[in-house]
C-alpha cells in the first residue's frame, strides 16, 4: 500500500485493487486507530479524515501499514432488500452480452448478496459488487442523457441504482421504487458502503 498525506486532516491510501480496499476498510472499521474519524472508500483508494487535535498523519500512516488484513473481508453497515421490476430497456443486451437467457440474468441478479464497496457519481449512489462474475459487462457505447431515478443498472464488474434521475451509460435491466437518497433520512443514503443488499423480483402493477 502507498500511504499519501491530504493535509493534515487527511490520509489517502492507494492499494492494489477493490478486495484490498475493501479487506483495510472492514480492518480499520473494527480498530480504527484514534484520531480517524471517517473512512471513504474508492476502487482502488481508501480515505482516512483525521481529528487532527487527537492525531498526526505520520502516526495514522504508520498504524495503517501495520494493520493485518483478512483477505475476503468487508465491512458490513446493515442489510436491506431492494424490490425490483425487470423490464429494463437493456436487459436482452445484457442476456446477449452473458450468454444468458432473459431469465438467467435475473435469477443471477437475485439470487446473490451484493455488498455497496463505494459511492460516487452522485448522492446516495452506491456501487455494488457481487460474486457472479457472468454478469460483468460493458457500459453502453453511447451513455444516455436521462436515466430515471430507480434505475437498476450493470457496469463492469458494477452494479447500482440510480438515486434521481441523471445522464448514465449503465446497462439498465429494471426499476425500484425504494427511496436511495432522502436528506430527511440519517444517513439520506439508503446505500452506505458496507450495506449489503438483496434483489427481490417484483410484478410490474
Known sequence: MRCLPCGDVGLLVELDDLPQVL???????????????????AARTLLLQLDPA???VDAVAEQVRSVSVRPGAAPVAGRVELP?????SDLAEVAELTGLSTEEVVAAHTGQEWTVAFCGFSPGFGYLVGEDER??????????TRVPA?????????????????????????????TLWDVDRDPPALLVPGTQVRFVRQDAS
Open 54 to 56: 487527537q492525531t498526526a
Open 84 to 88: 425490483v421490476v425487470y423490464d429494463g
Open 150 to 178: 430507480g434505475a437498476v443498472g450493470l457496469a463492469g464488474e458494477f452494479g447500482g441504482v440510480y438515486p434521481r434521475e441523471s445522464p448514465g451509460g449503465w446497462q439498465l435491466i429494471g426499476r425500484t421504487d425504494a
Open 135 to 144: 454478469l460483468h459487462v460493458p457500459r453502453r457505447s453511447t451513455p444516455r
Open 23 to 41: 479487506a483495510l476498510h472492514a480492518a480499520l472499521e473494527q480498530a480504527p486507530p484514534p484520531g480517524v474519524i471517517d473512512l471513504v472508500p
